[in-house]
């Protein structure tokens, strides 16, 4: 199956009533690991990389890899996401590479720490709209801005810094015409998101429901969604880690997303701690073993035990034959002849 427009895949998670995990990648072993839990639960899937990762691996590489995922794995529809693009010319390059979704977010400067304006903001999604949807490629944008900072892109502070304001989510969509909106909610990226289980005064459901019931149609991203679970922090410590005490995101506060339109889960911190602690646990238990498969087996035998349950939590799971792919330039002139919407059905106050 070729590589799915990202549109396609929300549009149909929407009818469905379910949401898609969408998992990082930065080499081989991750993509198979996904491929694997996508074929044992029959999900459709979101591969992505963030700037951080296109620079790791080499993004031909990715590009080529998740190819091969597709032709490995015929049944599976497959969208290929750049996460956190911070300007116009790394959306374009993903486009041109062969991505078929982006992320613009623009709730940032271009260097990726520095919240922006919100016209600013509307500027540049707006310029990557335009280029995307002629070619048939999928634009998440953000309004409001996450906590923490992973591999350098990040405001910092905590994640209730910068939440999201209705309103401005429904001018922000209006303006721009993205096929998904990421909101801030009080998450933020990486291990160290709350200091305990998260309630509603540091996780604002309450504030994406709100969103929810103005943007009844619009796909929303929930950022920052691993769970953090303390049975991966456990294992990474027992093995000469040093994790601190940590609460993720609850599996229960996601699928309450998932009832109010959330339809994409990024999710990456719990699939590093599932490929740490395996590996650590090889090299700590094993101090004979050089290898690198010894480690590198269990460590993605790890991430897919971590994405096939999320996959079954998120309802992807048996989904995957739903629907046969529509080619990207079938979707590009569905956005140029408006039969696919990118104004946002809005509700009154
Ligand atoms: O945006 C956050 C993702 O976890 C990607 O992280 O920028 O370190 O690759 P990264
Ligand atoms: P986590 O750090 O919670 O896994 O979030 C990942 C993410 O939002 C990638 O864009
Ligand atoms: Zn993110």
Same mark, same amino acid.
């Given at each position: 199956?070729?590589?799915v /427009?990202?549109?396609q895949?929300l549009?149909?998670?929407?009818?469905?009533g379910?949401?898609?995990? &969408? =998992?990082n990648?930065?080499?081989? $072993?991750?993509?198979?690991?996904?491929?694997?839990? *996508?074929?044992?639960?029959?999900?459709?899937?979101?591969?992505?990389?963030?700037?951080g990762?296109r620079?790791? *691996?080499?993004d031909r590489y990715?590009?080529?890899?998740?190819?091969?995922?597709s032709?490995l794995y015929?049944?599976?529809?497959?969208?290929m996401?750049?996460d956190h693009?911070?300007?116009?010319?790394t959306?374009k390059?993903?486009? $041109?590479l062969?991505?078929?979704s982006?992320?613009?977010?623009?709730?940032?400067?271009a260097?990726g720490k520095?919240?922006?304006? =919100?016209?600013?903001?509307?500027?540049?999604?707006?310029?990557v709209?335009? =280029?995307?949807?002629?070619?048939g490629?999928?634009?998440?944008?953000?309004?409001?801005v996450? @906590?923490?900072?992973?591999?350098?892109?990040? *405001?910092?502070?905590?994640?209730?810094?910068?939440?999201?304001?209705?309103?401005?989510?429904?001018? =922000? &969509?209006e %303006?721009?015409?993205v096929d &998904?909106?990421a909101?801030?909610?009080?998450? #933020?990226h990486?291990?160290?998101?709350?200091?305990k289980?998260?309630d509603?005064?540091?996780?604002?459901?309450?504030?994406?429901? *709100?969103?929810h019931?103005?943007?009844?149609?619009?796909h929303?991203?929930?950022?920052? /969604?691993? #769970?953090?679970?303390?049975? %991966?922090?456990?294992?990474?410590?027992?093995?000469?880690?040093?994790?601190?005490?940590?609460?993720?995101?609850?599996?229960?506060?996601?699928q309450?997303?998932?009832?109010?339109g959330? !339809?994409?889960?990024?999710?990456?911190?719990?699939?590093?701690?599932?490929?740490?602690?395996a590996? !650590?646990?090889?090299?700590?238990?094993?101090?004979?073993?050089?290898?690198p498969r010894?480690?590198?087996?269990?460590?993605?035998?790890?991430?897919?035990?971590?994405?096939a349950?999320?996959?079954?939590q998120?309802?992807?799971?048996?989904?995957?034959?739903?629907?046969?792919?529509i080619?990207?330039?079938?979707?590009?002139? @569905?956005?140029?002849?408006?039969?696919?919407?990118?104004?946002?059905?809005?509700?009154?106050?």
């Amino acid at each position: 199956m070729p590589l799915v /427009s990202m549109r396609q895949l929300l549009d149909e998670a929407a009818k469905g009533g379910y949401g898609v995990g &969408a =998992f990082n990648v930065n080499d081989m $072993e991750q993509i198979q690991a996904i491929m694997e839990a *996508a074929k044992e639960t029959r999900s459709p899937v979101i591969i992505q990389a963030s700037r951080g990762a296109r620079q790791f *691996a080499q993004d031909r590489y990715l590009f080529h890899l998740i190819l091969a995922a597709s032709e490995l794995y015929p049944d599976i529809p497959i969208a290929m996401h750049q996460d956190h693009g911070n300007s116009f010319e790394t959306c374009k390059s993903a486009i $041109e590479l062969g991505f078929t979704s982006v992320m613009m977010d623009g709730s940032l400067k271009a260097d990726g720490k520095t919240p922006s304006t =919100f016209e600013e903001n509307v500027a540049v999604t707006k310029q990557v709209v335009d =280029f995307a949807h002629e070619r048939g490629v999928t634009v998440e944008g953000e309004i409001g801005v996450l @906590g923490g900072v992973e591999d350098g892109h990040g *405001a910092g502070g905590s994640g209730l810094d910068h939440i999201t304001d209705p309103d401005q989510a429904v001018e =922000f &969509a209006e %303006l721009t015409g993205v096929d &998904a909106l990421a909101i801030a909610i009080g998450t #933020s990226h990486g291990a160290y998101k709350f200091t305990k289980k998260p309630d509603g005064s540091v996780l604002k459901m309450d504030v994406l429901i *709100a969103i929810h019931k103005r943007l009844p149609n619009t796909h929303l991203v929930m950022h920052g /969604s691993s #769970s953090v679970p303390k049975d %991966l922090q456990d294992i990474v410590n027992e093995y000469g880690g040093k994790l601190k005490e940590t609460w993720g995101v609850p599996v229960e506060e996601i699928q309450l997303g998932i009832r109010n339109g959330v !339809r994409k889960v990024n999710v990456d911190t719990d699939n590093r701690l599932a490929i740490t602690g395996a590996i !650590r646990k090889v090299l700590w238990t094993q101090p004979e073993k050089f290898d690198p498969r010894d480690y590198m087996k269990p460590a993605r035998e790890a991430m897919q035990k971590v994405v096939a349950t999320r996959m079954t939590q998120f309802g992807q799971a048996g989904h995957a034959g739903d629907y046969s792919p529509i080619p990207i330039t079938e979707i590009a002139k @569905g956005y140029a002849d408006g039969t696919l919407t990118t104004q946002p059905l809005v509700a009154a106050k």
